[in-house]
């Protein structure tokens, strides 16, 4: 509840710069991870992306300025310990509009504002956001294949690296599956899964 976003100056109509002030204020900053969705009113995604060990959301769109966009992040860091000992999982909800104004000389202004300047809150505090959500994967550390389980109904699953780069993504994917990941780099990974408008984040090790 210590978190929160801002517009970044250089935002304009077709494009948005988001910064995320949980980057710098949750340490070790390496293992912070983001999984950025952005939505129109209807609920038609406009942007989504995990970005590993970045404070900042960067995109360009042609969503027109006279509409609100719904900004959802997950800020998971399960290195970095809270007072009870529990790892990070903080949800961060709010909308976004173009705000106009006119300068002292006449000059019309706009720039993109957040409405309610909404603080994070603790996953384990919402009902119904990803602690329901069937997810597992094994073994971990893993060498050739990772099985995923998944909720009997059909979710995305992207796998994301440490340095936050896309390894693999499926759509439309149902219960339990097997993932080859014989090629992937020995290293730490993060396994996405989205369903709707929830999200869970595990991790696992490559060998």
């Known amino acids: 509840d210590q978190l929160g976003m801002s517009v970044n100056v250089g935002s304009d109509t077709n494009a948005l710069s988001i910064y995320h002030s949980g980057q710098y204020l949750t340490h070790p900053q390496e293992y912070n991870l983001f999984s950025w969705h952005i939505t129109d009113m209807t609920g038609n995604t406009i942007f989504q992306d995990t970005i590993v060990d970045n404070a900042f959301c960067n995109f360009s769109h042609t969503f027109p300025i006279t509409d609100t966009m719904n900004v959802e992040v997950y800020l998971v860091n399960d290195s970095a310990m809270l007072s009870n000992g529990s790892s990070i999982h903080c949800l961060f909800q709010d909308q976004i509009y173009w705000e106009t104004g006119i300068y002292p000389s006449g000059t019309p202004w706009g720039r993109w504002a957040f409405i309610h300047g ?50 693999r993504s499926y759509d439309h994917v149902v219960g339990q599956n097997t993932v080859s990941i014989m090629q992937f780099p020995a290293g730490l990974y993060s396994a996405c899964l989205r369903v709707n408008n929830k999200t869970k984040v595990l991790r696992f090790i490559k060998n």
């Open 118 to 167: 909404n603080m994070g809150t603790t996953v384990t505090d919402i009902k119904d956001i990803s602690d329901n959500l069937t997810f597992n994967i094994f073994p971990s550390p893993v060498q050739n294949e990772l099985t995923i389980i998944g909720p009997d109904k059909p979710y995305s699953l992207s796998i994301y690296n440490i340095q936050g780069q896309l390894m």
